[in-house]
């Protein structure tokens, strides 16, 4: 059949079972959005209030259920506004289609009004980029893009489409999408080194990262983890991948890692690597991370491998797949002075705060309790993403939104937003401090104008904490640009956006609060005021060995 560009772009979102999109209109992509409107009862398009929103929303949808993420956005400003949310996604592996549309053909290469060479702005951030310059090849374009979007590590692929060639007409012939095999590049020879490795362990130590969620391996890491009979530790983007009830499991690794985490891998004579890429984050100081084991990494990416620490074995395939055949063959297992060991440490270093007077930790370690930690719990970044990531006890995948490897402020409302639409019987919360929250607060009317229920925590301690933190640690108190003292309201700001608003400053207002915000089922904004000189602990300092963490009673003492 003969259709139009634009309604073979609608066509081929249908054919990937695609539910719904992200984006903001304008004048090049006006014919894919004219389609768009003729199928809206198959597609629900979300209106964002800016399209850096809607690149944070389709990442967050795509975290949340799995699936992968689409945002559009038209030529120039609108597609360059993509950008970060790209970026973002590329960073954590995360499965987006961004589509932009771009001048006519006739005026590409000219400065023509809101042209950008966005498939080459965003080359070093994409999985892939296309420009699409001929409707012949339209259909297939966007079918590859999905494929190499979703396979493999996932990623975010471009898909830039001239005008003219969502005008134009082609035969159009539907394609049931393929379930892509899994192509595994490892031998028996890698299982095998890897088995030996795991039976001459006497202290094993299991590192999980993003990629064990990615995988959907989190059951064969449990049943691995049991058999080895050895701790458990997670990055923050493998939060939920192992439970964090489970007596094994000891807590975030890496620069605001827990002690027993920090500590025990440093201990440890085998660290096995489950979908984790060693970031800066974790290790430290490279040349002393793990001193003293031997380092067995899985991971689907072969770049990953020897990238950042040296490995003993490594095996590449996914994860999934490659813990069913190991579980298979090893045997159980029990490393009952070591596990004890750990314990110990446990008992010795637990996570503590202050606890006089309202606190960011008391506020999540509430909410915990409050949703029975069943919540998707979304952050933006700094110190509140540290305690959300502490505090919080994700027992589940898909269950903590994070921007883990750009870092990006103002991510995390878009990502909530686009995890409710995705997962609509969850309780979906973004905790923001309120510097991050200043940088996309507007999205609050999207969460208004649909009337979508998330709850939007504010960390409100009128300074850049975490940059505010470095400056006492590390800069002797000089607080460059990091004082945010000023008249901004933040509930009179949410109830401008059509949102409901409970400012919190006491620890006896904050469950009352959230279980109101969970009661009304619609966009409500809690502000919590803390003080502006919390600190997150325990904590690293840049490049040192991880076995140098410490807390504030180390702190204290060394003064």
Same mark, same amino acid.
């Given at each position: 059949m003969q259709l139009t560009g634009a309604e073979i772009v609608i066509e081929c979102l249908k054919e990937q079972g695609v539910d719904t999109v992200f984006g903001y209109p304008g004048g090049t992509i006006l014919n894919v959005y004219d389609a768009l &409107?003729?199928?809206?009862?198959? %597609?629900?398009? %979300?209106? *964002?209030?800016?399209?850096? @929103?809607? =690149?944070? =929303? =389709?990442?967050? &949808? +795509?975290? =949340? *259920? @799995?699936?992968? @993420?689409?945002?559009? +956005? *038209?030529?120039?400003p609108g597609a360059t506004n993509l950008v970060t949310g790209i970026a973002t996604a590329q960073m954590d592996s995360v499965p987006m289609v961004a589509i932009t549309c771009n001048v006519t053909l006739p005026l590409l290469g000219k400065d023509s009004f809101q042209e950008v060479d966005i498939a080459g702005v965003t080359m070093p951030i994409t999985k892939h980029g296309y420009i699409v310059k001929d409707i012949n090849i339209l259909a297939d374009t966007l079918r590859k893009a999905f494929k190499i979007a979703k396979s493999g590590r996932p990623g975010p692929v471009l898909v830039d489409i001239t005008k003219d060639v969502t005008a134009a007409l082609c035969e159009y012939e539907p394609v049931v999408p393929e379930q892509e095999p899994l192509h595994q590049h490892y031998t028996e020879e890698n299982i095998d080194k890897a088995l030996k490795l795991i039976m001459e362990s006497k202290k094993p130590y299991i590192y999980v990262g993003g990629g064990t969620i990615i995988s959907d391996a989190c059951s064969e890491v449990m049943e691995f983890a049991k058999k080895l009979d050895a701790p458990v530790c997670d990055t923050l983007m493998g939060k939920g991948a192992f439970d964090g009830h489970d007596p094994l499991y000891t807590g975030m690794i890496g620069m605001h890692g827990t002690k027993t985490s920090n500590l025990g891998v440093s201990k440890c004579d085998l660290l096995v690597a489950l979908g984790a890429r060693f970031s800066d984050r974790v290790v430290g100081n490279p040349n002393k991370f793990a001193s003293d084991a031997k380092v067995l990494q899985i991971d689907i990416d072969a770049a990953e491998i020897n990238k950042n620490i040296k490995t003993e074995a490594s095996i590449v395939g996914d994860l999934k797949e490659v813990l069913s055949v190991i579980n298979k063959r090893m045997p159980q297992l029990e490393h009952k002075e070591w596990v004890s060991y750990i314990q110990e440490l446990k008992e010795k270093y637990p996570l503590n705060y202050n606890k006089n007077g309202l606190s960011c930790p008391f506020i999540i370690e509430e909410l915990d309790r409050v949703t029975k930690g069943d919540a998707i719990i979304s952050t933006d970044v700094g110190q509140h993403q540290m305690w959300a990531a502490q505090y919080y006890m994700y027992s589940r995948p898909r269950t903590f939104l994070s921007s883990g490897g750009l870092g990006t402020m103002g991510y995390g409302l878009g990502a909530c937003i686009g995890a409710k639409v995705g997962m609509p019987d969850k309780i979906c919360v973004n905790i923001a401090g309120d510097g991050c929250f200043r940088m996309n607060m507007n999205e609050l009317a999207t969460a208004s104008r649909y009337d979508i229920p998330i709850i939007q925590i504010v960390i409100n301690n009128h300074v850049l904490g975490m940059v505010r933190q470095w400056q006492t640690l590390f800069y002797e108190g000089r607080y460059s640009q990091t004082v945010l003292n000023d008249k901004v309201d933040f509930c009179m700001v949410a109830r401008g956006l059509g949102c409901e608003a409970i400012r919190v400053t006491s620890k006896e207002e904050v469950a009352p609060a959230i279980e109101k915000a969970i009661a009304l089922k619609k966009p409500v904004l809690i502000e919590c005021i803390i003080k502006e000189d919390d600190k997150v602990f325990p904590m690293v300092p840049a490049g040192s060995a991880i076995d140098e963490v410490f807390d504030e009673k180390d702190l204290a003492q060394s003064k």
């Open positions: &409107y003729k199928h809206s009862k198959e %597609i629900k398009h %979300i209106l *964002t209030s800016h399209e850096q @929103g809607a =690149a944070h =929303a =389709a990442d967050g &949808y +795509a975290r =949340a *259920t @799995g699936k992968t @993420g689409v945002c559009l +956005a *038209t030529s120039g």
